[in-house]
């Protein structure tokens, strides 16, 4: 199976973050980014398949549009957007990256 996947959890409230816009974004040789796939995180927080193609090496982010889910929960955050860039290498067919979110921080881990 070829996919990268994201789960976003809120510290703050102690539950997933459901509703999280999220876009997977590949980089060009020009340095450009592209966008690969939007989709926003289910009920768990989850977005289990951000990819409708091949794996292909590369530079890649992907950018969470913390500003909306904040404003959804009557929240004011620090980070309106969160990049989490990422080298994909030959070989590789799943990577699953996890965001643990706050209104003042976060932080992020290569999962399984």
């Not at 876009?23 to 060009?28: A, F, I, M, T, V």
Request: proline share 4%; with cysteine; net charge neutral.
């Amino acid at each position: 199976m070829k996919r990268i996947s994201t789960h976003v959890l809120d510290v703050n409230r102690g539950k997933p973050a459901a509703g999280v816009p999220v876009r997977l974004e590949c980089q060009d040789a020009s340095a450009n980014w592209r966008v690969v796939q939007s989709a926003h995180t289910d009920p768990d927080g989850r977005c289990s398949q951000l990819l409708s193609h091949d794996l292909q090496s590369g530079i890649y982010r992907l950018a969470f549009d913390t500003a909306s889910y904040f404003q959804a929960q009557k929240m004011e955050g620090l980070y309106p957007v969160v990049h989490i860039t990422f080298h994909v290498r030959d070989g590789e067919s799943q990577l699953h990256l996890p965001l643990l979110l706050s209104a003042n921080g976060y932080t992020t881990y290569r999962g399984s």
